[in-house]
């Protein structure tokens, strides 16, 4: 993808069509930058991301089958979850999801009708048809909560933690603030089973009902707990 790219996120909805979410530094700084294929990525087209504010940064992507798909992120003055119902052709704004200045964490069921994203400030969006977005609040305390998953239309879990890195000398500050939730009712109401821990949960996940995966860092490294 070339020179100074940093590629954050890649979904497919049917192993042809690929698309890849990421940022490139130009001399306005940093920018979101778009990739697509259509060959399995055997190779890649760019193309301009949506953007109507005044910059965009796309943090997640979720294709839910070859046509359609979501993208979450950041656009200053705009929806930042959008959609797709052309391969990534063209990018439409989900407007009932509007509320939250930044979006990520996406996650869709195999029916590619529930689905959930995260928002602002302890704020979730929920659908159950693709179109037609609900907003739940939770209670994560301190901790950014960053991924969600949901084993089916009911059960669902979401892990997140605190950093902050230091703009003039890179330094991070990790804050025990590891926190996992847990909802029985579609993201309605969330319990916390895990919490002030000294990692920055990043991703969970559930193969199994009976078997999950937590992906966290601190300063020593990065771990998978289970």
Same mark, same amino acid.
């Given at each position: 993808f070339g020179d100074g790219n940093n590629n954050m996120a890649v979904a497919s909805?049917?192993? @042809?069509?690929?698309?890849?979410?990421?940022?490139?530094s130009g001399g306005q700084g940093?920018?979101?930058?778009?990739?697509t294929s259509t060959n399995g990525g055997g190779s890649y087209a760019q @193309?301009?991301?949506?953007?109507?504010?005044?910059? *965009?940064?796309?943090?997640?992507?979720?294709?839910? $089958? *070859?046509?359609?798909? &979501?993208? %979450?992120?950041?656009? &200053?003055? %705009?929806?930042?979850?959008? @959609?797709?119902? /052309?391969?990534?052709?063209?990018?439409?704004?989900?407007? $009932?999801? %509007?509320?939250?200045?930044? #979006?990520?964490?996406?996650?869709?069921?195999?029916d590619g009708l529930h689905g959930w994203v995260l928002g602002d400030s302890g704020t979730l969006y929920y659908t159950a048809d693709q179109s037609s977005w609900q907003t739940a609040a939770y209670d994560g305390g301190e901790a950014s909560m960053t991924s969600v998953y949901f084993a089916n239309a009911m059960e669902g879990w979401m892990a997140g933690g605190k950093s902050e890195r230091d703009e003039d000398t890179g330094a991070v500050t990790l &804050? /025990?603030?590891?926190?996992?939730?847990?909802?029985?009712d579609g993201g309605?109401?969330?319990?916390?089973?895990? $919490?002030?821990?000294?990692?920055? #949960?990043?991703?969970?996940?559930?193969?199994?009902?009976?078997?999950?995966?937590?992906?966290?860092?601190?300063?020593?490294? *990065? #771990?998978? &707990?289970?």
């Open positions: 909805g049917d192993c @042809q069509k690929v698309i890849v979410l990421g940022t490139a940093d920018q979101a930058v778009m990739w @193309q301009a991301p949506p953007q109507e504010g005044m910059m *965009a940064f796309w943090l997640d992507v979720w294709m839910v $089958s *070859a046509d359609v798909g &979501f993208i %979450a992120g950041l656009d &200053f003055g %705009a929806v930042g979850l959008r @959609q797709t119902t /052309n391969g990534g052709g063209s990018w439409q704004k989900v407007e $009932s999801a %509007a509320g939250s200045m930044q #979006y990520s964490g996406l996650f869709f069921l195999p &804050f /025990n603030e590891g926190t996992v939730l847990h909802t029985t309605k109401t969330w319990d916390t089973i895990i $919490s002030g821990q000294p990692y920055d #949960y990043s991703a969970i996940w559930f193969p199994t009902p009976a078997l999950g995966f937590l992906a966290g860092w601190d300063k020593a490294g *990065a #771990y998978l &707990f289970r």
